[in-house]
């Protein structure tokens, strides 16, 4: 370095005055040590007019390229001198090139976000000219993540060096989903007016059947039309509008329940294998299930599948009286279950039981019951076939009601074990009619209760001849004596004391216990 003698006069005098200045004016710039500091790459290349001065021209050589923060010169110091794979390696040529040569670009999938390419549609693309370290594998669960992350921000980030534009087709890989293949090359399609309103517009079944994809004729057929006898009214007509009744295939199910009545029905003469049980017996546990059955609030259906499951029982397994008070509360336990939306709790039933049944006895008799009636609870209620009747009878409801009065006959006198739930029903309904004096059994309500009144004759018989009879079920004389069922044991005893002998109905003053 030159003494200071030497130095132009100029130069030290614009040396001492650049020292003399306002603080602001004077930065000398100071060394930064934070090797965090994103500034410091800058801080460190400023240099002072007064340095300037000092120094030769020679000596002041600017660098030939941007210097580097100390993070990436360590880095790549630290990285490996990477080897050349071999001639045939397609990672050693660049991207541009390889689309020169008339080869597909390898390119890096999930770069692109699912919503830039909806419908396959080309549209330009920008890719770097890195290499790839090595080929990406089919089914990598990284690769997935990456395609999944790739509308980020970090995504977008390492598409911004780009060297070369290229024009290309979405490339699908051949490990990824059929799903996504098919998603990459639907072209988007354009819905006019008129396809919404063909597809709002419901087609007609010869539309149907013309289409390609039509599914098989079986599907499409309608339920026949049902003809009706002469003078029947089709009540079913009103309901067609109404999705719950079901019109257009009431009929068929009715004659569905009707067969299956057959295979329901209880062995009549099944007490005479029962050593310790008779018909009395069995009346009084019946009688004392109505009795919990209108402590519980219960659906008439409840009751009646109650005592079918009973009687089904009884023609199967022979029971000790002490068990039989085991078998209805089971049975009613069971029945609650199958009918009803909420059942009572099985405490309760051991409650109303006078717990002399635990909670374990009562879930032991339930799989024993149903593994006797091989879990066949199919029970063609009676109830369904009344209220079937009473469509034809406009639903009045003073005749249904003393109807269900009598209907609960056949649950305690063993004589109606041989008919029919959907004969029981027309007879109930037949007499109803009778002691309220409703009209005669005409054409239309004979073809909804399926039986003629020369059918229902011997069931409705009964009926009056247990009426005329002494009182020997207090509960259930009592059930139907309170004003909520319009008194209709109180009415129909005096029906039938009056007219019980023009029924053919004699020796009523015999109790049914004696006469059975």
């Not at 600017?62 to 397609?90: C, E, W």
């Not at 690769?143 to 290229?166: E, H, L, M, P």
């Not at 354009?190 to 709002?200: H, L, N, Q, T, Y």
Request: proline letters at 5%.
């Amino acid at each position: 370095m030159p003494p200071v003698s030497d130095i132009d006069p100029r130069a030290k005098y614009n040396a001492c005055s650049s020292l003399t200045q306002s603080p602001q004016k004077t930065r000398i710039t100071r060394a930064v040590t934070n090797e965090n500091d994103e500034n410091s790459t800058a801080a460190t290349t400023r240099m002072t007019r007064a340095k300037a001065a000092t120094l030769n021209v020679d000596e002041l050589a600017m660098p030939t390229k941007a210097l580097q923060s100390k993070k990436i010169v360590a880095a790549a110091a630290a990285a490996p001198a990477r080897k050349r794979a071999a001639l045939g390696d397609l990672s050693n040529v660049p991207k541009a090139d390889a689309v020169a040569d008339g080869k597909k670009p390898v390119t890096k999938a999930g770069l692109v976000s699912k919503a830039a390419h909806p419908s396959g549609i080309q549209k330009r693309t920008t890719t770097t000219a890195r290499q790839p370290l090595a080929t990406k594998p089919a089914n990598n669960k990284a690769a997935d993540t990456n395609r999944k992350g790739a509308g980020s921000i970090s995504g977008t980030k390492r598409r911004v060096a780009a060297t070369a534009t290229v024009v290309k087709d979405e490339v699908v890989e051949e490990g990824e989903p059929v799903r996504k293949r098919i998603h990459a090359v639907v072209s988007e399609t354009k819905v006019s007016a008129v396809d919404i309103e063909k597809k709002a517009k419901p087609e007609t079944m010869e539309e149907a059947l013309a289409r390609k994809d039509a599914v098989p004729v079986q599907a499409f057929v309608e339920p026949a039309e049902h003809v009706y006898p002469k003078g029947v009214k089709n009540l079913d007509s009103e309901d067609i509008d109404d999705p719950l009744m079901v019109a257009e295939y009431a009929t068929e199910i009715f004659e569905y329940l009707r067969d299956l009545e057959c295979s329901s029905i209880p062995n009549p003469q099944y007490m005479s294998h029962q050593d310790d049980l008779e018909w009395k017996t069995r009346g009084i546990l019946i009688d004392w299930l109505i009795e919990v059955h209108t402590r519980f609030h219960l659906l008439p259906e409840t009751l009646f599948l109650a005592v079918n499951i009973i009687d089904r029982f009884l023609s199967e397994k022979v029971v000790q009286l002490d068990r039989l008070q085991l078998v209805g509360i089971t049975a009613m336990f069971i029945a609650s279950k199958y009918e009803e939306v909420l059942s009572p709790h099985i405490a309760n039933f051991r409650h109303v039981a006078d717990d002399g049944f635990s909670e374990s006895e009562i879930l032991s008799a339930e799989r024993f019951i149903l593994s006797t009636l091989n879990y066949d609870l199919s029970y063609p209620n009676p109830m369904n076939f009344l209220r079937r009747i009473s469509k034809a009878d406009n639903y009045d409801i003073q005749s249904r009601t003393i109807a269900k009065y009598l209907m609960e006959i056949s649950l305690l006198d063993h004589r109606f074990m041989a008919y029919r739930p959907s004969h029981i029903a027309a007879g109930a309904m037949y007499l109803s009619r009778l002691i309220l004096d409703r009209g005669e059994w005409n054409e239309t309500i004979e073809y909804y209760a399926g039986f003629t009144e020369e059918e229902i004759e011997p069931v409705f018989q009964l009926m009056i001849d247990y009426l005329a009879r002494p009182v020997v079920h207090e509960a259930f004389f009592k059930k139907y004596a309170s004003k909520k069922f319009l008194k209709a044991s109180i009415l129909t005893r005096q029906w039938a004391k009056k007219n019980a002998q023009l029924y053919g109905v004699l020796n009523t003053e015999l109790s049914l216990d004696q006469i059975s």
